[in-house]
């Protein structure tokens, strides 16, 4: 059997080697490492691809968030709501623009923004909705939208884990995660659905007046070279990147059926089990499976001991699983100064305790599934 690995990026390269090769080698004869030709290309190409008349590159998804907030016009003090059961990039960049991040619970079957937990959380302050699609999930964007357009907010998809992704609208028509919001924000880190060989982001949106204030502030504020008009940063996607992100764009929706499958076999292998949930895909969400993550409950009050036993146990036998993530927003050192660790996230705390993540990647084999799920029995069985 070949080593299991929580992301096998290596294996996924092997695959596309002469095309990469070939595409990395072409931007280094033609020398141009920034905003050369292949910058261009893919931007155009994912815009076709996620529906959206914009796509702006950038360094990262983290630069993404904050390139797009700072494009908004807040002002400090500001409320922006999120979830707290989400990756620390979603809430950081919130405070580092000195806003405050307000935590608001999740749906414990989506693991995604809950939006009745939404609607309570508005107060005259509050200026912007950032929902995650955690995993991979799309979360609830119909009544998110409903809600926010009611309050007059914005609304920021993170849609760093679920590209890709379609959401159903109650009328049948379907749009891609990340372009539903007002502006949609994406990384390429490596291990996400479309990863690039190092770091990368991209940010979605259908207004030409935000998407040229986003350009403006990710390329130092300037309107023209040498005339800064607003405070920006300097935030850019590697040509080298965008030329290996163009091939894989076209094989990500081979790459989601890769996932899907897996998420498959470990469903038919675990969900009979009493001590597990396997994840659910609600009706309106194509699940694209960033993350495969189980909930674990034995009843009892070790229920975080017992989830960690099987971590370890795996790693034992060499099969890698991870928890994310072990420490929600509202319990971050980070965000002490909003006294946010005495906010009651009693769904949040709850399945902290209770998350673990197998290995999901687009090359796991039947072999690799089936050691893997029955190890997993194994431990529960025992
Ligand atoms: C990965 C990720 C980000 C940040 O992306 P980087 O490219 O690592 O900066 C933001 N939000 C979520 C939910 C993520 O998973």
Redesign the pocket.
Same mark, same amino acid.
């Given at each position: 059997m070949r080593p299991i690995q929580m992301v096998d990026t290596q294996t996924q390269y092997q695959k596309i080697k002469t095309e990469v090769d070939k595409a990395v080698l072409q931007v280094m004869e033609s020398s141009a490492f920034i905003n050369g030709k292949p910058v261009q290309d893919f931007c155009s190409n994912l815009s076709a691809y996620m529906g959206v008349k914009h796509t702006i590159p950038c360094a990262? +998804?983290?630069?993404a968030?904050q390139i797009a907030m700072m494009a908004l016009d807040l002002q400090p003090g500001d409320e922006v709501i999120t979830p707290s059961f989400? &990756?620390i990039?979603?809430t950081e960049v919130i405070a580092l623009l000195r806003l405050k991040p307000v935590f608001v619970e999740v749906d414990p079957k989506t693991f995604c923004m809950d939006p009745a937990a939404l609607e309570k959380a508005i107060t005259p302050k509050t200026k912007a909705i950032v929902p995650?699609h955690?995993y991979g999930h799309v979360a609830p964007m119909e009544e998110i939208m409903k809600i926010a357009e009611k309050h007059k907010l914005w609304v920021i998809e993170?849609n760093?884990?679920a590209i890709g992704s379609n959401y159903t609208f109650s009328d049948g028509k379907t749009q891609k995660a990340g372009s539903i919001g007002h502006i949609g924000?994406t990384?390429? &880190?490596p291990s996400?659905n479309l990863g690039a060989f190092g770091? +990368? +982001?991209a940010i979605f949106t259908n207004d030409d007046a935000l998407a040229d204030r986003m350009k403006m502030v990710a390329n130092h504020g300037q309107s023209r070279r040498y005339y800064h008009d607003v405070v920006g940063c300097n935030s850019r996607l590697d040509t080298i990147q965008a030329a290996i992100l163009d091939i894989k764009l076209k094989h990500l929706d081979e790459y989601i059926g890769a996932r899907r499958s897996a998420a498959d076999f470990y469903d038919n292998a675990l969900s009979g089990h009493s001590v597990v949930t396997t994840p659910f895909r609600a009706s309106y969400s194509r699940h694209v499976f960033h993350q495969y993550t189980i909930l674990l409950d034995n009843g009892k009050p070790d229920v975080a001991a017992f989830r960690d036993g099987l971590n370890t146990f795996l790693a034992g036998h060499k099969i890698p699983s991870m928890i994310y993530y072990p420490v929600p927003g509202h319990k971050q050192k980070m965000f002490e100064q909003f006294n946010v660790a005495s906010q009651l996230l009693p769904v949040t705390d709850w399945l902290t305790e209770r998350v673990i993540s197998l290995p999901m990647h687009t090359e796991l084999d039947e072999e690799q599934l089936t050691f893997i799920s029955s190890k997993v029995l194994e431990y529960l069985n025992n």
């Open positions: 990262n +998804g983290t630069d968030l989400t &990756y990039a979603t995650v955690l993170d760093a884990q924000c990384s390429f &880190y996400k770091d +990368g +982001g």
